[in-house]
Nanobody
């Protein structure tokens, strides 16, 4: 079965950095667009970043532009989220997601409901 397993979350001070990883199994990873979402307590899950199946196209929520970078390694079936200059408002559970979007068409997926598979999430806490 398909599994997406996030890791790399933790507690960090404001201004610090974390690198999240999401390891995928049970699917042809290079046929999937990938995304990162987050959900803070009492809030809806929101889009953070997305990347196309081949990594050629990326898209970010305005609130992370210039601070977060999404990337992928199709040989290792893994997508990453490098988070720099973290702020307390970045505190949330971060989820990776996969959407079947094979090539050659290059697309990024930013709508939560379009994604086919989800990980269990990893907690990121940024202290002030």
């Amino acid at each position: 079965q398909v599994q997406l397993v996030e890791s790399g979350g933790g507690l960090v001070q404001a201004g610090g950095s974390l690198r999240l990883s999401c390891a995928a199994s049970g699917l042809t990873f290079s046929s999937y667009a990938m995304g990162w979402f987050r959900q803070a307590p009492g809030k809806e899950r929101e889009f953070v970043a997305a990347i196309s199946w081949n990594g050629d196209s990326t898209y970010y929520a305005d609130f992370v532009k210039g601070r977060f970078t999404i990337s992928r390694d199709n040989d290792k079936n893994t997508v990453f989220l490098q988070m720099n200059s973290l702020k307390p408002e970045d505190t949330a559970v971060y989820y990776c997601a996969a959407d079947f979007s094979p090539g050659p068409r290059v697309v990024v997926v930013i709508t939560l409901y379009e994604y086919d598979y989800w990980g269990q999430g990893t907690q990121v806490t940024v202290s002030s």
